[in-house]
């Protein structure tokens, strides 16, 4: 880690309009930064609870809970597969001290309703961004809007630098706790004039100085370099996912039997999600088979109502209200992927299949 993260970090803060950027070495490591930040720094305890939503990927979790945090978990909106607004003011409790929200598949949550909530009952608003780079709400970037954001680069991503991440904050002082946390809590990353901690002159002293629990979360500099060149592409790169998606929409035309994620306002598209009807004739495991038999890969919606996976015994959580609508997802959910590139041809086979599954051919 040196120069070319420095750079990576640089233009990256730059091109979401945020003044701090932390590369690390993947997107959960960027969420294990972001929440380990919160907890060191004294805004959030141990036993407090964060409100999740009831659909997203592991490791939106797994910190949490890894820095003595509770879930709460949430429903999500069956249209956006966000985390349902209307059902946050009843889920709140006493122990209460959070929202994670998360931008699904590319999809921008409804930051006014967000930010409006959290100013209500003083909860600290942070964003696990990793899939929904480029995404914006109310033409702010996705990201900015939490006291962090997150994102990811991994190769299936809207960037890619194989393995990668950045937390993106304007807070100082997170910063400088982001900057020892990443590498081994030492204070060599920290400015001179940080208030985390004053350095002794004799950079004897600090080269091995520890003064947090922290972890080596660190980038390497060929992904930062990657980077360097990827982010100069980003707006094109989601510009054509965008035209991706509208071509699809216009390929499938009238086709009936499912409903599909629906963009609260500028969605980067990720991927293309889909829900198969309860009373569709064609279920969703034989739409997945005959697609996969195409040659077609298919995902489940992230990981269905995450509640649903075994995983969850090991996780201290409580479930707000009944998870309806991520327990459709779950059953009748999927997504293909999306990609920067002119994506016609694939989009046309890929609705032919979905043509003759839901015809019954
Ligand atoms: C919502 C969400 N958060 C975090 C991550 C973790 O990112 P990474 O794969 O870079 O560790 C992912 C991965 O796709 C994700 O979808």
Redesign the pocket.
């Known amino acids: 880690m040196g120069a070319e993260v420095k750079s990576y970090e640089a233009d990256f803060a730059a091109h979401f309009g945020s003044r701090y950027a932390v590369m690390v070495s993947?997107?959960?490591?960027?969420?294990l930064l972001g929440i380990a930040a919160l907890v060191y720094s004294g805004r959030l305890k141990a036993g407090d609870e964060v409100i999740v939503p009831a659909v997203?990927?592991s490791?939106?979790y797994f910190p949490l809970t890894q820095m003595g945090l509770r879930l709460r978990f949430v429903d999500i909106d069956p249209d956006t597969l966000n985390i349902d607004v209307a059902l946050l003011d009843a889920a709140i409790t006493d122990a209460t001290r959070m929202v994670f929200a998360?931008n699904?598949l590319g999809n921008p949550c409804d930051y006014s309703q967000l930010r409006a909530i959290c100013e209500a009952h003083d909860l600290i608003l942070a964003e696990?961004n990793?899939?929904s780079m480029g995404a914006s709400f109310q033409e702010k970037m996705c990201g900015t809007f939490g006291v962090f954001g997150?994102f990811?680069?991994?190769y299936?991503?809207h960037i890619a630098t194989m393995?990668?991440?950045v937390v993106l904050t304007d807070d100082e002082e997170l910063y400088h706790f982001m900057l020892s946390l990443r590498a081994h809590g030492w204070t060599r990353d920290l400015p001179k004039t940080s208030q985390l901690y004053s350095k002794n002159p004799d950079p004897f002293y600090e080269s091995y100085n520890f003064i947090l629990p922290g972890f080596n979360l660190r980038p390497l500099e060929m992904e930062a370099a990657i980077g360097r060149e990827q982010i100069i592409k980003l707006d094109g790169l989601v510009s054509q996912r965008i035209l991706n998606e509208a071509y699809l929409k216009e390929a499938l035309g009238g086709l009936r039997g499912f409903r599909r994620q629906r963009p609260l306002q500028q969605s980067s598209w990720f991927g293309f999600a889909f829900i198969i009807d309860p009373d569709c004739d064609v279920s969703r495991d034989q739409v997945v088979k005959q697609l996969t038999n195409s040659g077609i890969e298919v995902r489940p919606i992230?990981a269905g109502n995450f509640t649903r996976n075994p995983v969850i015994s090991y996780l201290p959580h409580s479930i707000a209200a009944p998870l309806t609508a991520a327990d459709d997802i779950h059953k009748n959910g999927f997504f293909v992927g999306n990609h920067g590139h002119d994506m016609r041809r694939e989009l046309d086979y890929f609705a032919s299949v979905m043509s003759d599954v839901l015809n019954g051919k």
């Open positions: 993947s997107g959960s490591a960027a969420n997203s990927w490791t939106t998360v699904l696990d990793c899939e997150t990811s680069s991994f299936s991503h393995e990668g991440g992230v």
